[in-house]
T-cell receptor
Framework: DTGVSQDPRHKITKRGQNVTFRCDPI?????LYWYRQTLGQGPEFLTY????????KSRLLSDRFSAERPKGSFSTLEIQRTEQGDSAMYLC?????????????FGDGTRLSIL | GENVEQHPSTLSVQEGDSAVIKCTYS??????FPWYKQELGKGPQLIID?????GEKKDQRIAVTLNKTAKHFSLHITETQPEDSAVYFC???????????FGQGTRLTINP
């Protein structure tokens, strides 16, 4: 169990640029989640996948945001035309699916700074 | 939708004393309540969780209690140590849903 891996750990970009983050879940986990965390707040849910299917999206996920999990393994989160308000920590988590809810395990996040 | 309130926002205790963090939730259909510890520059780490069919769960120095009637749950840390210093988050998940709804966090400082 190597844990949830996120890349890059830090990203600094200019307003208006596009950015893409990658998440590699724990290998046997079929559910993958994206959260956003701003300074001094708890994580806020963005979206989740079961295998390759995106099953839920938060209203926080504007049309500038898109997430994919093409082969049901790693996932990418892309933000187009970044804005100052996109500055945050983007966290990925994974879990097993089951009849009883399984715990979510988080990676160390990608910290995005918009100049 | 679910709303989780967490108190206090900061907590300072002497090493060896106990710390208690409390959370309330709004949705009576919530049935899973994890607690996470987050250190600087790291992601949240699951430390203990409880399901709605259980009133209390303990793991060494950490315990969680759940009062479904009052819709609140608490984290208890006994014999605190300096390495317990971190930000702690409670969360709740509604039955049938997958997303976690988090509280605002508690910054716990253990004074040597």
């Amino acid at each position: 169990d190597t844990g949830v891996s996120q890349d890059p750990r830090h990203k600094i970009t200019k307003r208006g640029q596009n950015v893409t983050f990658r998440c590699d879940p724990i290998s046997e986990h079929n559910r993958l989640y994206w959260y956003r965390q701003t300074l001094g707040q708890g994580p806020e849910f963005l979206t989740y996948f079961q295998n390759e299917a995106q099953l839920e999206k938060s209203r926080l996920l504007s049309d500038r945001f898109s997430a994919e999990r093409p082969k049901g393994s790693f996932s990418t989160l892309e933000i187009q035309r970044t804005e100052q308000g996109d500055s945050a920590m983007y966290l990925c988590a994974s879990s097993l699916a089951g009849t009883v809810g399984q715990p979510q395990h988080f990676g160390d996040g990608t910290r995005l700074s918009i100049l | 939708g679910e709303n989780v309130e967490q108190h206090p926002s900061t907590l300072s205790v002497q090493e060896g004393d106990s710390a208690v963090i409390k959370c309330t939730y709004s949705d009576s259909a919530s049935n899973y309540f994890p607690w996470y510890k987050q250190e600087l520059g790291k992601g949240p780490q699951l430390i203990i969780d409880i399901r709605s069919n259980v009133g209390e769960k303990k793991d060494q120095r950490i315990a969680v209690t759940l009062n479904k009637t009052a819709k609140h749950f608490s984290l208890h840390i006994t014999e605190t140590q300096p390495e317990d210093s971190a930000v702690y988050f409670c969360a709740a998940r509604t039955q049938g849903a997958q997303k976690l709804v988090f509280g605002q966090g508690t910054r716990l400082t253990i004074n040597p």
